[in-house]
């Protein structure tokens, strides 16, 4: 069973990056793991993609199934060698696509939603919760039936979703915000007013994909200091941290101006 296992999580994985590369982008490392595997890239993937690689993985794996079991037809020996290869890649493929980190579900849920930071912070803490229920829930098991697998589940969902850090998970939430922006049926133009003292990932919460979003940050007076636009935001929070408040970001960007690649965040009215 362990190898079929095995052979199911390294064809999941390659499925994933076969379809990244189709798709244009470079993956830097795979690394297996127990219930899965985890591909890291050089960049996040955007809209549809995402969707597409995530969902490549678990349909490979069911596909398999689906040829193990139409063997089984054509030559019902094979039936006793080939059906801990067929329950491997079912299981495989089901697991992935719940909604949890670091599985592929909460890749296709996080790119489904109208607000991807929102979708992002509810998924992480889901599965911090799921984790610890399904850690329990092994424990448990060892005074009935022994499961160390459930166990080894849990450790594996709560530490997956710790390792999902805030700054990732936001400049994934950016990048895709941003970008995709569908105007077939119209977008509003909305203007928020927000406080100097709020932190970057405030405005960041504020944008979606169905409208553009510009930013009129004020002191404690009610003074407007400057003007963000998106593009803005999303520089911004590729070089400070999230949790930075807007008027420390100005201090930055006056510290830093020898760094044109941290200036071209900003129009001349912020510096």
């Known amino acids: 069973m362990l190898i079929g296992y095995m052979i199911s999580i390294f064809m999941h994985e390659l499925a994933h990056e076969r379809t990244a590369t189709l798709r244009g982008y470079k993956t830097l490392s ?13 960049e996040c993937y955007l809209g549809k993609d995402n969707i597409i690689i995530s969902l490549a993985g678990p349909l490979f794996n069911f596909c398999v199934a689906i040829c193990v079991v139409a063997v089984w037809w054509l030559i019902p020996a094979s039936y006793a060698y080939t059906l801990d290869i067929c ?3 079912v299981t495989m ?12 579900g909460s890749r296709i849920v996080s790119a489904l939603s109208k607000n991807k930071l929102r979708a992002v912070k509810i998924v992480k803490i889901v599965t911090l ?16 039936a022994p499961n160390l697998s459930i166990c080894v589940m849990g450790i594996f969902l709560f530490f997956g979703a ?11 939430a950016v990048q895709t915000t941003f970008i995709f922006k ?3 049926h119209g977008l509003r133009k909305t203007t928020f007013l927000i406080s100097e003292e709020a932190q970057l990932f405030r405005c960041v919460a504020l944008m979606n994909s ?3 979003v510009t930013f009129e940050v004020v002191d404690d007076e009610g003074k407007i200091v400057c003007t963000l636009s998106e593009n803005q935001v999303r520089g911004l929070c590729s070089v400070v941290e999230s949790d930075t408040p807007l008027k420390d970001c100005w201090q930055r960007a006056a510290n830093e101006k020898t760094n044109s690649n941290f200036l071209n965040v900003f129009d001349d009215n912020i510096i």
């Open 93 to 104: 493929g089901a697991i992935n696509l719940l909604p949890l980190y670091p599985l592929d």
């Open 162 to 172: 710790l390792s999902k850090s805030d700054a990732e998970a936001m400049d994934c």
């Open 182 to 184: 569908n105007c077939r």
């Open 210 to 212: 169905r409208e553009f």
């Open 30 to 42: 795979i690394t297996l793991m127990p219930f899965g595997g985890v591909m890291e890239s050089q």
């Open 87 to 89: 329950i491997a890649n």
């Open 129 to 144: 919760v799921s984790g610890l229920a399904i850690f329990g829930l092994g424990i448990a098991s060892f005074f009935f």
